[in-house]
């Protein structure tokens, strides 16, 4: 399966927004900037393991669950091409 960028951030914005709190509110929870997670979810950047664990914890979802999201997205996104 190829890497597939855009995965990363519309998983854990989509994580975000299904919990219904802001990015002000998960950046603080994980300990990370705001200005970081926007980033982040505009996939500007990618995030380490590190802050994946992070805004899992703060999100509730177990980090294997949420790699799975980013695969099953990754599968969709490629299915489209």
């Known amino acids: 399966m190829e890497f597939v960028r855009g995965s ?9 927004l299904r919990k ?21 979810e505009s996939g500007k950047k990618l995030p380490n393991f590190e802050t994946i664990w992070r805004l899992c914890d703060a999100l509730d979802v177990s980090p294997s669950d949420m790699v799975k999201s980013m695969e099953d997205d990754a599968s969709e996104y490629q299915g489209d091409k």
């Open 8 to 16: 990363v951030a519309r998983v854990i914005k989509k994580y975000r």
């Open 20 to 40: 219904g709190i802001s990015q002000e509110i998960l950046s603080g929870l994980a300990g990370i900037p705001r200005s970081h997670l926007t980033a982040i």
